[in-house]
């Protein structure tokens, strides 16, 4: 069956440093990749996400991932963090039989921000 | 153009009890998704619907149920509530169910079961 790993619970950065977040997934394909973002008490809203092409895809908020084939890896970057990153994040993986309509999820990452 | 709207956004019920939560899509989607997510078992896929027919279904007991209407609208059912139930329930909508679609979340129902 289908996973996602997202291997840190909880990051904690400076404001201002850089940012990577991890994922990686298990399956036999290549499968449509996202990045979502949850901020306490909402819904999930899309930071990027990857279905073929350029491995190196641009999100919102200056947000950026790499796709790696080899290292089954769909790994989150920013350059430079905001304090108004701080919130949860959550990889998935779109897998079905027809298209997207069911997604499978990491756990989470929590990003906490210092100033 | 509207996002994926839920209510009620807060209900509280007590053990068996049951309740319907409801989903509407962004106008021109076709496909609801539901999601379930707790503390400890994260965000699990509860089912899908696409033209009134559930597609596609994730591992939850029979006690959880949904259905679709004529305009993409979609409730979701949970008979004889138990207090594991208590959770976040997003539900996401996309234009269709197949193709290089996207889904868009709305901002969740929590249910609190006593």
């Known amino acids: 069956a289908q996973s996602v790993t997202q291997p840190d619970i909880h990051i904690t950065v400076s404001e201002g440093a850089s940012l990577e977040l991890r994922c990686n997934y298990s399956?036999?394909?290549?499968?449509?990749l996202f990045w979502y973002v949850q901020s306490p008490g909402q819904g999930l809203q899309l930071l990027l996400k990857?279905?073929?092409?350029?491995?190196l895809v641009q999100g919102i908020k200056g947000f950026e991932a790499e796709f790696k084939r080899s290292q089954s890896s769909f790994n989150l970057r920013k350059p430079s963090v905001h304090w108004s990153d701080a919130a949860e994040y959550f990889c998935?993986?779109?897998?079905?039989?027809?298209?997207?309509?069911?997604?499978?999820f990491g756990t989470g990452t929590r990003l906490t921000i210092i100033p | 153009k509207a996002g994926v709207t839920q209510t009620p956004r807060y209900l509280i019920k007590t053990r068996g009890q049951q309740v319907t939560l409801s989903c509407s899509p962004i106008?021109?989607?076709?496909?609801v998704s539901w999601y379930q997510q707790t503390p400890g078992q994260g965000l699990q896929f509860l089912f899908e619907y696409f033209s009134e027919t559930q597609r596609n279904k994730g591992n939850f007991p029979g006690r959880f149920s949904g259905r679709q209407f004529s305009n993409s609208r979609s409730e979701m059912n949970v008979s004889t509530l138990e207090l594991g139930d208590s959770a976040l329930y997003l539900c996401?909508?996309?234009?269709?169910?197949?193709?290089?679609?996207?889904?868009?979340f709305g901002p969740g129902t929590r249910l609190l079961v006593l």
């Open positions: 990857y279905f073929s092409g350029d491995t």
């Open positions: 998935a993986v779109g897998i079905s039989n027809f298209g997207n309509e069911k997604l499978t």
């Open positions: 106008s021109g989607h076709r496909s």
């Open positions: 399956y036999g394909a290549t499968p449509y």
């Open positions: 996401a909508s996309l234009p269709a169910p197949w193709g290089e679609e996207t889904q868009y």
